[in-house]
């Protein structure tokens, strides 16, 4: 059981808009930032998204993050086949003196 | 260009302790900020941190693993090395280490290709 809450899938055609949501409590997202990575399958993790909506140089700018309370999301606009792929949130926990904890992962399908 | 691999025993039997390391370039493990973080992936599931080690030797573990996890550095030669005792076969995944640095909040921007440790007897 993730500590992070996420859809266990989502889907969605070419060129379509999705959302993919991650939902904490006042110990992780409630009080910091939100990560997003994407795993391609059969490859290591991606960072895609850090401190809720910025994206690391090289990820296009379909892909974008918000954060409200204690859930986030993760959107991806015009979708496209390569995007489909394990998606997953992480962030910072503040209790037991702090720790990483990560969603439980979206498997996106493009249809 | 940052680099990571991670590099160990491929098996262990129950009860073991796994050494793995995680040997890096493109970037030095002094420079304030700097990080390298350990995560893991059993077969079909999903993402679990294990543990982070910083530039100042500030380091934290998963409060599940705590007890059997220790990280260390080697800065002179790139390397960070985890060390998980008591194995058991529900310790079966792909461990991964990762670059961090404090400008990207606690989040991992270049990982390594991941090593598959089998527990098995």
């Known amino acids: 059981q993730s500590v992070l809450t996420q859809p266990p899938s989502a889907s969605g055609t070419p060129g379509q808009r999705v959302t993919i949501s991650c939902s904490g409590s006042?110990?992780?997202?409630?009080?910091?930032?939100v990560n997003w990575y994407q795993q391609l399958p059969g490859t290591a993790p991606k960072l895609l998204i850090y401190?809720?909506?910025q994206r690391p140089s090289g990820v296009p700018d379909r892909f974008s993050g918000s954060k409200s309370g204690t859930s986030a999301s993760l959107a991806i606009s015009g979708l496209q086949s390569e995007d489909e792929a394990d998606y997953y949130c992480?962030?910072?926990?503040?209790?037991?003196?702090?720790?990483?904890?990560f969603g439980g992962g979206t498997k996106l399908t493009v249809l | 260009q940052i680099t990571l691999k991670e590099s160990g025993p491929t098996l262990v039997k129950p009860t073991q302790t796994l050494t793995l390391t995680c040997t890096f370039s493109?970037?030095?493990?002094?420079?304030?900020?700097?990080?390298v973080g350990w995560i893991r992936q059993p077969p079909g599931k999903a993402l679990e941190w294990l543990a982070f080690?910083?530039?100042?030797?500030?380091?934290r573990s998963s409060p599940s693993l705590k007890t059997r996890l220790t990280i260390t550095k080697d800065t002179s030669k790139n390397q960070v090395v985890l060390t998980m005792t008591n194995m058991d076969p529900v310790d079966t995944a792909t461990y991964y280490c990762?670059?961090?640095?404090?400008?990207?909040?606690?989040?991992?921007?270049?990982w390594g290709q991941g090593t598959l440790v089998t527990v098995s007897s």
């Open positions: 992480a962030a910072w926990d503040d209790s037991l003196n702090g720790h990483v904890v």
């Open positions: 990762a670059h961090t640095h404090l400008r990207v909040g606690l989040s991992f921007d270049s």
């Open positions: 493109g970037f030095s493990l002094s420079p304030s900020g700097v990080g």
């Open positions: 006042s110990s992780n997202i409630g009080s910091n930032t």
């Open positions: 080690i910083y530039w100042n030797d500030y380091k």
């Open positions: 401190s809720n909506n």
